[in-house]
């Protein structure tokens, strides 16, 4: 059971066991589905979007030769390719919103270790200590714990979304529209690739340049790291700009910090370790280790 006040930072990674590309593998499918023919999976939506073959072919072209990391950061830096690039990532993500992708399966993943922990009754949910702040836009931890409790513990879909409410999940750069058991206004866990869905999507979706550190979002999730006596980073890049908005000099000071470091190179580790206030730097875990094994090796639940 968790019983410090806790927040879990995600990234891309985290949502990678679940069917969705983290930013350079990303930018290489949208790149790949734009070369396809006429009917690809891209290309059509974006076509009837209103989108001419020549914008969808230059920002192809520009995105495969920039060499940025991500279709955010590209984007950053090109905001003219801004509506299209953002209905192209709503496009490829609502694709990817497969339900049986969300269902356990005999090799256990990460969300299912996390509400393993958590507890065995809905008040152990309704009374955790734990918030999650992410960085990513797909809903999947959401439509995975409201299916959780649900099933587990006879929850009416609206019992089910307090629970879920209470785990005040901030997606800080947006998300590919509200869960539809939180918002009226929002839409179910679909991978239907319908106008309506992908505006909805790209009404939702924010820019880093779009952004600043007031924000709501951001000031909610800085609130909420203040209030924590534990942060874990999951699957997460450790890109400046992101630590410079949580502002990491002032909140971080005194916490037990800890961060997955997936592949991360030695060299790398300790760039991120140095981008944390001394003394109080992060504990990094092992770069073989996945969400899960990160996890299951770190103190993050004691």
Known sequence: MITRPTVLILGAGASQPYGFPPGRELVFTVISHLQSGDDSSLRR??????????????????????????????????????????????????????????????????????????????????????????????????YALHRTVKSAFALTDAQAAEIVRSFSVTHVHGTVGPPHFLDINGRPYTNSTAQGNIALAVQH??????????????????????????????????????LKRLRIDSNYKGRTILGSAYHLAEAEMHRVRASFPRPHSIELGHPVDDCLEFLRNSPVFL
């Open 45 to 142: 939506p974006l076509r009837e979007m209103g989108f001419t073959e020549a914008t969808m072919s230059e920002f192809r072209d520009e995105l495969l030769l920039s060499n940025q990391p991500s279709v955010d950061a590209f984007l950053e830096s090109r905001p003219e390719f801004i509506p299209v690039g953002k209905a192209a990532i709503a496009v490829e993500l609502i694709a990817r919103e497969t339900p049986d992708a969300l269902v356990r399966r005999p090799d256990m993943r990460w969300y299912e270790y996390l509400f393993n922990q958590i507890g065995t009754t809905r008040d152990d949910f309704l009374s955790c200590p734990l918030r999650i702040v992410t960085f990513n836009y797909d809903r999947s931890l959401e």
């Open 205 to 242: 979706i924010r820019i880093v340049h779009e952004l600043d550190a007031k924000t709501p979002e951001f000031e909610i999730a800085r609130s909420l790291i203040g209030q924590a006596q534990v942060l874990a980073f999951i699957g997460f890049g450790y890109h400046p700009t992101n």
